[in-house]
């Protein structure tokens, strides 16, 4: 009881290190807004104040609930770029132009990391579950944050993959219809399949568990 009590405290951990379900909804909500405003109104413009709005709202709500505000900080700074693009150029679609410039950054970074064998998911990971960096001591512990890491280049390099020839054919509804399926199932999936690794692979080894 108390191991299997263990591996969901750690698996909570892990999907809050990562987003958690509050940081998706505070990220998804307002594209998914935009998009619904842009085929009532038509209107770039309302669209953008639609979304931006509520994400105004999303970052009150959780200072009323005394909430992190972290991911809806980030989550209002994103649709103000948003807002900016979209309006500066009067394509509906560079609403979701930010979203793809950060899938190909982090995609970038998260393959670099994994190249200097300083995978990100173990930056990450490693510090909730009191092994900090000591995992780096241990090739076998090392090779299970680099196979977690690729899960998410995989996430980013698919979620480019079929987004981006929709911006570039202005397909506005299919773009952001994409930008929904490819958000909260794929992270949620990919969180997932990045706890599995993680609890089914090998165990820091024991000596560098009791020496710091």
């Known amino acids: ?9 750690d698996k909570a951990k ?5 987003g958690g379900k509050k940081g998706l ?10 998009l619904v405003a842009f085929n009532l109104t038509k209107d770039v413009k309302q669209a953008s104040y639609a979304a ?3 994400s105004l709202i999303l970052t009150l709500i959780r200072l009323v609930k005394r909430e992190t ?11 103000v770029v948003c807002f900016w693009l979209a309006n500066r150029s009067g394509n509906a679609e560079d609403f979701y132009l930010p979203g793809l ?37 241990d090739p076998a512990r090392t090779k299970v944050y680099i196979k977690a890491t690729w899960l998410w280049v995989g996430m980013f390099a698919i979620r480019l993959l079929v987004q981006y020839p929709l911006y570039l054919a202005e397909n506005v509804n299919a773009l952001g219809t994409a930008r929904l399926i490819m958000g909260y199932p794929l992270f949620i999936a990919t ?5 599995l690794v993680i609890k089914s692979g090998p165990k820091l080894r024991e ?6």
Do not use: C
């Not at 909804?25 to 935009?34: K, T």
């Open 52 to 54: 931006l709005g509520l």
């Open 14 to 18: 892990i999907v809050n290190a990562l």
């Open 69 to 79: 505000i972290q991911h809806a900080i980030s989550g209002v700074i994103g649709v």
């Open 191 to 195: 969180a997932w399949a990045t706890w």
């Open 1 to 9: 009881m108390t191991e299997a009590h263990d591996h969901e405290a």
């Open 207 to 212: 000596d560098l568990r009791v020496n710091p």
């Open 101 to 137: 410039w950060t899938n190909a950054i982090y995609g970038v970074a998260y393959v670099v990391s994994i190249l200097v064998r300083w995978p990100v998911i173990g930056l990450i990971v490693g510090p909730l579950l009191e092994e900090n960096l000591r995992w780096r001591k």
């Open 25 to 34: 909804i505070d990220s998804g909500l307002p594209a998914l807004v935009f």
